[in-house]
Structures are given as structure tokens and as C-alpha cells.
């Protein structure tokens, strides 16, 4: 059995392994986000967006990006632990952590086929969306609705873990 954390590769391995799956015939998907506290809304996520190709590259924002977009107190976890959890699931095939804010730069390495973003953003309100028309690439919303946010998990266990300490 090959060892999850084979899968969490640096960004120019990520660009060659692109590559070569394109070179094969292969669709490369590229799906990004933070992934604090991996959920169900995660899984199905990347298992939906696995199936628009043959190769799912995950970008990971790195705890610094994370902590500039999600604000102090984040990550919960750090960025190898959020990426070897991703690595463990049978839908990723790589794992990528980047240090930008935005994935611009990772796509722009990787140039995907497909872009896949969660059901929070449309075709029409995905930032890097022009980015990945650059090269002849798409963008497609996919996994289920946004009923699973790491935030509201977070909410929730403050307000369990405040009632029971001050019971």
C-alpha cells in the first residue's frame, strides 16, 4: 500500500505531473480551499469533482493564507495535517499547499482542464475564472449544497464547549 503522503507534492511536481497526464490524454481537475476540520461537504466536494476527470489536484492554503482569509484562531489544524487528511481520501490523487490567498498561481502551474469549485460560488462569480480560460481550461461548480462550513462547525463546538463550562 503506498503511503498517503506520497500524494502531498510541492508545486513544481504538481506542474510536471499536469503535464504528463495531458500529454497521456488525461483530464487534470484542479479543486482548492483550506479544509479546517475535514467534513462531509469536503468529501463530496472532491469525490464530485474527481469525477469530471482522471487527475484531482488539491491546492491547500497554507496556515498563513488560511489565517489571512479566515481571520485569527485559523487553522484549527495545520497545513501538513489538513493535507495528509486529504491525501487519505481515494478521490485525490495529489495535494498541493500554496501560500498565496488565491489559487492563481497554482493554476497557472498546473493549467487544468477543469477548475472545480463548491457549490457556494456560480460559473459567473468564481474569481480566477478568466485565469483558467487562458489556456482553454473550464471552471465547473460541483459537490452539494453549502449546508457544511468548517465555520459553522467551529460556532457550534465554542457554544457546546461555553454551555458546559459554565454548568
Excluded at 26 to 42: E, P, Q, R, S, Y
Amino acid at each position: 500500500m503506498t503511503d498517503p503522503k506520497s500524494k502531498i507534492v510541492p508545486r513544481e511536481q504538481a506542474a510536471l505531473l499536469s503535464q504528463r497526464a495531458r500529454e497521456q490524454g488525461l483530464t487534470v481537475v484542479l479543486a482548492n480551499g483550506v479544509f479546517d476540520l475535514l467534513h462531509v461537504g469536503h468529501a463530496r466536494y472532491l469525490w464530485a469533482a474527481k469525477n469530471l476527470g482522471d487527475v484531482l489536484i488539491v491546492g491547500v492554503n497554507s496556515d498563513a493564507s488560511a489565517r489571512a482569509l479566515k481571520g485569527p484562531g485559523r487553522p484549527l489544524l495545520p497545513e501538513e495535517e489538513r493535507a495528509e487528511l486529504l491525501a487519505h481520501l481515494a478521490s485525490v490523487d495529489y495535494v498541493v499547499i500554496f501560500p498565496e490567498t488565491t489559487v492563481v498561481e497554482l493554476l497557472k502551474a498546473v493549467k487544468p482542464h477543469i477548475h472545480a469549485k463548491g457549490t457556494d460560488y456560480t460559473p459567473d462569480t468564481v474569481p480566477e475564472r478568466e485565469v483558467v480560460v487562458a489556456w482553454g481550461g473550464r471552471t465547473a461548480i460541483c459537490g452539494d449544497p453549502k449546508d457544511h462550513a468548517t465555520s459553522d462547525l467551529v460556532a457550534t463546538l465554542r457554544r457546546r464547549f461555553a454551555s458546559e463550562s459554565s454548568s
